[in-house]
C-alpha cells in the first residue's frame, strides 16, 4: 500500500482529535511459542492501520499542531548484528525516511520523552487494556505530571478510548484496501476451487487443508486470515473444528471455511460440496435452502439499509424451509419469534470483514441497528447444522452441517460480492468437481 494512503489516515485521525490532545497507539510484540522460537509476527491492526510500519516494541504518538511534528514514531534502532541475523529493519532513519514519522526516537527513551508530551493536554487518547505494562507505565507518568500542578504543568484532563475513533474511520474502506481485499478473495477463491477439483473419498482433511495453503503461498499470500476449518461429514456441525484430520468418507460433504489475508485484510469463504461430487437427495434439499437463504440476504444489502435485515431475511427463508421439510413444526412467524430455528442455524448472518477477520466497528448506534453505507465490507454467511446426536429428527438428516460465505462490499448502488469466482450452485459445484 502507498505511503499516502497511511499518511492520509493520520490525517484524517489528527483532525478528530483536535489540537491541544494526545493520541498514543503501540505496536504488536513478539510472543515465545516454545524456548527460543516465536511466533511469526502480525502486526497489531489499529497500528498497521496508522502507520504500515510492521516491526515489534514501537509506539506512535500522535499531537495534532504540534511544531516540531505531529506524528513521532518510537522504534528500535538500527543493529548492524540485528540486521545479519534477522534481517533488515526501519531503524530511526527509516522510520521518517521511510515510514513518515516526523520525528523518531529509540523505544529504551520511551521513559524519558513521552510524559513530556502528555504534559498540558486536554484529552489523551489510548486503547487502554491492550498492553497492562504500558498502561501502568502511562499511569505512572500521569500520575507524576499531576504532581507538578504547582510549576504550571498539567496532566491531561480526560482519558478517551482510541478504538471508536479508529474504528469508524477502519470500518468505511476506502479504494486501496478494497484493491487488496480483492486480491486475498481471488486467491482464496483459486484456492477453494483446488480443493473441490482435488477432493474424493480416503483423502484426509488435513491433506485439503495443505492444498488451501499451497494456492495461497503459491500466489503470493503467505499468511492466512484464520485457523482453516476443513470439516468432512458430521465435523461440519461443530461450527470452529480446526482439527482438521479426519478421513473424507464417500457420501458426506466438506465443509471448508478458508481465507487468505492480503497485506494484512483478510478473506473469510466457507463452501460445502459432496465429497464423491454428487449431492445425494438429502444434501440437495438443505443445500438449496441455505443458498436459497443467502441470495435473500444478499438482496437487503444496499445504503440506508440496517444491518440486521439481512440476518431477518436469512431467518425468514430456512425456518420457513425447515418447517417444509418436517424439521421444525409449528407457525413460521411463531418459530421465529420463539428462535426453534437456533437448534439449526445458531449463529447470526455474518459480520465486518477487513484487517481482522471479525473486523472492528459498532453494529448498533444508540440501540439501533445501523445503517449499511457504501465501502462497508461484510460477510453473508447463512448455515444449518444438524449433528448426529438430534434424535428429533429422521436420521437421513443427521450429521449434516452446511454453510455458504462469501464477502460483500457496499456500493453506492447495492452490493458487489468480491468472492463471486468461487461456484455455489449445485449444478456448478457438480460439474467443476468431475
Given at each position: 500500500?502507498?505511503a499516502?494512503?497511511?499518511?492520509?489516515?493520520?490525517?484524517?485521525l489528527?483532525?478528530?482529535?483536535?489540537?491541544?490532545?494526545?493520541?498514543?497507539?503501540?505496536?504488536?510484540?513478539?510472543?515465545?511459542?516454545?524456548?527460543?522460537?516465536?511466533?511469526?509476527f502480525?502486526?497489531?491492526?489499529d497500528?498497521?492501520?496508522?502507520?504500515?510500519?510492521?516491526e515489534?516494541?514501537?509506539?506512535?504518538?500522535?499531537?495534532?499542531?504540534?511544531?516540531?511534528?505531529?506524528?513521532?514514531?518510537?522504534?528500535?534502532?538500527?543493529?548492524?548484528?540485528?540486521?545479519?541475523?534477522?534481517g533488515?529493519?526501519?531503524?530511526?532513519?527509516?522510520?521518517?525516511?521511510?515510514?513518515?514519522a516526523?520525528?523518531?526516537?529509540?523505544?529504551?527513551?520511551?521513559?524519558?520523552?513521552?510524559?513530556?508530551?502528555?504534559?498540558?493536554?486536554?484529552?489523551?487518547?489510548?486503547?487502554?487494556?491492550?498492553?497492562?505494562?504500558?498502561?501502568?507505565?502511562?499511569?505512572?507518568?500521569?500520575?507524576?505530571?499531576?504532581?507538578?500542578?504547582?510549576?504550571?504543568?498539567?496532566?491531561?484532563?480526560?482519558?478517551?478510548?482510541?478504538?471508536?475513533?479508529?474504528?469508524?474511520?477502519?470500518?468505511?474502506?476506502?479504494?486501496?484496501?478494497?484493491?487488496?481485499?480483492?486480491?486475498?478473495?481471488?486467491?482464496?477463491?483459486?484456492?477453494?476451487?483446488?480443493?473441490?477439483?482435488?477432493?474424493r473419498?480416503?483423502?484426509?482433511?488435513?491433506?485439503?487443508?495443505?492444498?488451501?495453503?499451497?494456492?495461497?503461498?503459491?500466489?503470493?499470500?503467505?499468511?492466512?486470515?484464520?485457523?482453516?476449518?476443513?470439516?468432512?461429514g458430521?465435523?461440519?456441525?461443530?461450527?470452529?473444528?480446526?482439527?482438521?484430520?479426519?478421513v473424507?468418507?464417500?457420501?458426506?460433504?466438506?465443509?471448508?471455511?478458508?481465507?487468505?489475508?492480503c497485506?494484512?485484510?483478510?478473506?473469510?469463504?466457507?463452501?460445502?460440496?459432496?465429497?464423491?461430487g454428487?449431492?445425494?437427495?438429502?444434501?440437495?434439499?438443505?443445500?438449496?435452502?441455505?443458498?436459497?437463504?443467502?441470495?435473500?440476504?444478499?438482496?437487503?444489502?444496499?445504503?440506508?439499509?440496517?444491518?440486521?435485515?439481512?440476518?431477518?431475511?436469512?431467518?425468514?427463508i430456512?425456518?420457513?424451509?425447515?418447517?417444509?421439510?418436517?424439521?421444525?413444526?409449528?407457525?413460521?412467524?411463531?418459530?421465529?419469534?420463539?428462535?426453534?430455528?437456533?437448534?439449526?442455524?445458531?449463529h447470526?448472518?455474518?459480520?465486518?470483514?477487513?484487517?481482522?477477520v471479525?473486523d472492528?466497528?459498532?453494529?448498533?448506534?444508540?440501540?439501533?441497528?445501523?445503517?449499511?453505507?457504501?465501502?462497508?465490507?461484510?460477510?453473508?454467511?447463512?448455515?444449518?447444522?444438524?449433528?448426529?446426536?438430534?434424535?428429533?429428527?429422521?436420521?437421513?438428516?443427521?450429521?449434516i452441517?452446511?454453510?455458504?460465505?462469501?464477502?460483500?462490499?457496499?456500493?453506492?448502488?447495492?452490493?458487489?460480492?468480491?468472492?463471486?469466482?468461487?461456484?455455489?450452485?449445485?449444478?456448478?459445484?457438480?460439474?467443476?468437481?468431475?
Amino acid at each position: 500500500m502507498e505511503a499516502q494512503e497511511f499518511q492520509k489516515r493520520r490525517a484524517q485521525l489528527m483532525e478528530q482529535i483536535g489540537k491541544g490532545n494526545i493520541a498514543i497507539i503501540a505496536s504488536a510484540n513478539t510472543r515465545t511459542r516454545n524456548r527460543d522460537v516465536d511466533y511469526p509476527f502480525r502486526q497489531d491492526s489499529d497500528f498497521y492501520y496508522l502507520t504500515g510500519f510492521n516491526e515489534p516494541n514501537a509506539l506512535a504518538a500522535f499531537i495534532p499542531g504540534r511544531e516540531q511534528g505531529q506524528y513521532i514514531l518510537f522504534c528500535q534502532e538500527f543493529d548492524e548484528k540485528k540486521a545479519l541475523w534477522e534481517g533488515a529493519h526501519a531503524g530511526l532513519e527509516g522510520a521518517t525516511e521511510t515510514y513518515g514519522a516526523d520525528d523518531s526516537f529509540p523505544i529504551t527513551d520511551l521513559g524519558d520523552i513521552l510524559p513530556g508530551l502528555l504534559e498540558n493536554k486536554h484529552k489523551f487518547f489510548y486503547p487502554m487494556g491492550r498492553d497492562p505494562e504500558l498502561d501502568h507505565q502511562l499511569m505512572d507518568w500521569i500520575t507524576h505530571i499531576r504532581s507538578q500542578t504547582r510549576s504550571g504543568i498539567n496532566a491531561p484532563g480526560e482519558l478517551v478510548s482510541l478504538e471508536h475513533t479508529l474504528h469508524e474511520m477502519r470500518l468505511i474502506k476506502s479504494p486501496a484496501e478494497i484493491k487488496l481485499m480483492q486480491k486475498a478473495a481471488d486467491v482464496s477463491a483459486k484456492a477453494h476451487i483446488r480443493a473441490m477439483r482435488n477432493c474424493r473419498a480416503g483423502r484426509y482433511e488435513y491433506q485439503v487443508e495443505g492444498d488451501i495453503i499451497h494456492e495461497f503461498i503459491d500466489n503470493g499470500l503467505r499468511a492466512v486470515a484464520y485457523p482453516s476449518i476443513v470439516a468432512g461429514g458430521k465435523n461440519a456441525c461443530v461450527l470452529h473444528y480446526v482439527e482438521n484430520k479426519a478421513v473424507l468418507n464417500d457420501g458426506d460433504l466438506l465443509l471448508i471455511d478458508a481465507g487468505a489475508e492480503c497485506e494484512h485484510y483478510a478473506a473469510d469463504i466457507t463452501r460445502t460440496f459432496p465429497v464423491n461430487g454428487i449431492f445425494s437427495v438429502e444434501q440437495k434439499l438443505l443445500y438449496q435452502l441455505v443458498l436459497d437463504a443467502q441470495l435473500a440476504a444478499l438482496a437487503e444489502i444496499k445504503p440506508n439499509t440496517p444491518w440486521n435485515n439481512a440476518h431477518d431475511a436469512s431467518v425468514k427463508i430456512l425456518t420457513q424451509g425447515l418447517v417444509g421439510l418436517g424439521l421444525l413444526v409449528g407457525e413460521v412467524d411463531k418459530l421465529i419469534e420463539d428462535e426453534s430455528y437456533k437448534v439449526f442455524y445458531m449463529h447470526r448472518i455474518g459480520h465486518w470483514l477487513g484487517m481482522d477477520v471479525h473486523d472492528v466497528g459498532d453494529y448498533k448506534i444508540d440501540d439501533e441497528w445501523r445503517v449499511l453505507e457504501p465501502g462497508m465490507v461484510l460477510t453473508i454467511e447463512p448455515g444449518l447444522y444438524i449433528p448426529t446426536n438430534c434424535l428429533g429428527v429422521e436420521a437421513k438428516w443427521r450429521g449434516i452441517g452446511i454453510r455458504i460465505e462469501d464477502d460483500v462490499l457496499v456500493t453506492k448502488q447495492g452490493y458487489k460480492v468480491l468472492t463471486q469466482a468461487i461456484p455455489k450452485t449445485i449444478a456448478d459445484i457438480e460439474a467443476i468437481m468431475q
